[in-house]
């Protein structure tokens, strides 16, 4: 009698085909359900660099296309914190040790030939593409070959080399440098004069910056949607999960909008038309809501928000500061309704009829009007 062939052992993920007594025995077949979410990828520390980077961009560019009065501002600290206090010991080391090493006989011009390569490549930096004679001055000037010859057989002329760099920079500074520049050439002490020039220099970097950002505001705006849009592509492409807040904020107002529009009264159809004799017609209170609704609704939510309790959209991070003076501002004009709501329910036509009230009435209309021009044109609307 042959023996029975083995069957084969199901591997697992493999499915199972139903059997069929399966509908008689009581028991009920499982219904598969949607797939695991992958566990979020791991990212290196030089992909998680590269989008801070990436979002650091796109928050500059965005802050320059929307604020006019943007500018860039050197950063500054507490004059007690911690960091105040390590930068003024470490600055203060780093020139006395500058002023010590020119004050020795014979001099050591180590660290002042490292100054004077930092200056002349803060002065090219302020140069602009035309300016190639001036580049070419720079360079011959301060040529750091011959000054680092100059140092080693002691015949080094600081003073000469400050004059120099001095009117370069009364050149290149914008107007409201000059009485700052002139104020240096009164300096003659060395180290104080090369420390007071590297400051100066700082400010007028800075205000080559906000230069460029004033001269590219333009070109930004009429490019920045685009740009905004690649930008926010590639992020969610790398984080596909990091949109938990937006979704949850969307998905709340899609709700309201739909229990809205299921409040509403619904309108026979127009006798004669298709949908009133079509059987199947269904009513537009029905519909899914559209998404000028959804998002209107979104946005008109951002008025209520509770800072602090709730965590704001990763899509309006950049926006919440704006968003929140709306907030102030609408808040502002509700309470200047509801005080004129009252003082005219409360008071009647006597007091409203006076000419001081009058006067007060229309500061308060012209005190909400000034607040409601911030708001955003489909918030007007609604």
Same mark, same amino acid.
């Given at each position: 009698?042959?023996?029975?062939r083995?069957?084969?052992?199901?591997?697992?993920?493999?499915?199972q085909p139903?059997?069929?007594?399966?509908?008689?025995?009581?028991e009920?077949?499982?219904?598969?359900?949607p797939p695991a979410?992958?566990?979020p990828q791991?990212l290196?520390?030089n992909?998680?660099?590269?989008?801070?980077?990436?979002i650091?961009?796109?928050?500059?560019?965005?802050?320059?296309? !929307?604020?006019?009065?943007?500018k860039?501002q050197?950063?500054?600290f507490?004059?007690?914190?911690l960091e105040n206090?390590v930068?003024?010991?470490l600055?203060?080391?780093?020139?006395?040790?500058?002023?010590?090493q020119?004050?020795?006989?014979?001099?050591?011009?180590t660290?002042?030939i +490292?100054?004077?390569?930092?200056i002349?490549?803060a002065?090219?930096s302020?140069?602009?593409? +035309?300016h190639?004679q001036?580049?070419?001055?720079?360079?011959?000037?301060?040529d750091m070959?011959l000054?680092?010859q100059e140092?080693? #057989?002691? =015949?080094?002329?600081? #003073?000469?080399?400050t004059?120099?760099?001095?009117?370069?920079?009364a050149?290149l500074?914008?107007?409201?440098r000059d009485?700052?520049?002139?104020?240096?050439?009164s300096?003659?002490?060395? =180290?104080q004069?090369?420390r007071e020039i590297?400051?100066?220099?700082?400010?007028?970097k800075?205000?080559m910056?906000n230069?460029t950002?004033q001269?590219l505001?333009?070109?930004?705006?009429?490019?920045?949607v685009?740009?905004e849009?690649k930008k926010f592509q590639?992020? !969610?492409d790398?984080?596909?999960?990091?949109?938990?807040?937006?979704?949850?904020?969307?998905?709340k107002a899609a709700?309201?909008?739909?229990?809205s529009?299921?409040q509403?009264?619904?309108?026979?159809a127009v006798s004669?038309?298709?949908a =009133? #004799?079509?059987p199947?017609?269904v009513s537009?209170?029905?519909?899914?809501p559209?998404l000028?609704?959804?998002?209107?609704?979104?946005y008109?939510?951002?008025?209520?928000?509770?800072?602090?309790?709730?965590e704001?959209?990763?899509?309006?991070?950049?926006?919440q500061?704006?968003l929140?003076e709306?907030?102030a501002?609408?808040? +502002?004009?509700?309470?200047i309704?509801?005080v004129?709501?009252?003082?005219s329910g409360?008071?009647?036509?006597t007091?409203c009829g006076?000419?001081?009230?009058?006067?007060s009435m229309q500061a308060?209309?012209?005190?909400?009007?000034?607040?409601?021009?911030?708001?955003?044109?489909?918030?007007k609307?609604?």
């Amino acid at each position: 009698m042959p023996k029975p062939r083995p069957q084969p052992q199901p591997r697992p993920g493999d499915e199972q085909p139903p059997r069929e007594d399966a509908g008689h025995s009581g028991e009920e077949l499982p219904v598969p359900g949607p797939p695991a979410a992958s566990p979020p990828q791991a990212l290196s520390m030089n992909e998680l660099q590269q989008i801070t980077d990436d979002i650091s961009k796109l928050t500059i560019v965005h802050e320059i296309a !929307l604020n006019s009065d943007f500018k860039l501002q050197a950063a500054s600290f507490s004059p007690k914190s911690l960091e105040n206090r390590v930068k003024e010991t470490l600055h203060k080391a780093f020139w006395d040790s500058l002023e010590e090493q020119l004050s020795a006989s014979p001099p050591d011009y180590t660290r002042a030939i +490292q100054l004077l390569q930092e200056i002349k490549e803060a002065l090219l930096s302020l140069l602009l593409p +035309q300016h190639n004679q001036l580049r070419s001055q720079i360079d011959e000037a301060l040529d750091m070959e011959l000054i680092r010859q100059e140092a080693e #057989h002691g =015949a080094l002329d600081i #003073h000469g080399l400050t004059v120099y760099v001095l009117g370069t920079m009364a050149r290149l500074c914008a107007p409201i440098r000059d009485e700052e520049v002139r104020g240096l050439q009164s300096l003659t002490d060395p =180290a104080q004069l090369l420390r007071e020039i590297f400051r100066v220099l700082g400010l007028m970097k800075m205000d080559m910056l906000n230069f460029t950002i004033q001269s590219l505001r333009t070109h930004l705006q009429d490019h920045t949607v685009q740009y905004e849009r690649k930008k926010f592509q590639e992020l !969610l492409d790398k984080l596909p999960n990091s949109l938990d807040r937006t979704r949850e904020w969307l998905c709340k107002a899609a709700a309201e909008v739909s229990v809205s529009s299921s409040q509403l009264p619904s309108h026979p159809a127009v006798s004669g038309s298709p949908a =009133a #004799h079509s059987p199947g017609a269904v009513s537009s209170s029905t519909t899914v809501p559209s998404l000028t609704s959804v998002l209107n609704r979104g946005y008109m939510n951002l008025l209520c928000w509770e800072p602090g309790q709730k965590e704001y959209p990763e899509t309006l991070f950049m926006d919440q500061a704006r968003l929140q003076e709306v907030q102030a501002q609408v808040n +502002q004009l509700t309470i200047i309704a509801a005080v004129l709501l009252v003082t005219s329910g409360m008071c009647g036509s006597t007091l409203c009829g006076s000419p001081g009230r009058r006067v007060s009435m229309q500061a308060l209309v012209g005190c909400g009007m000034r607040s409601s021009r911030n708001l955003p044109r489909e918030w007007k609307r609604i």
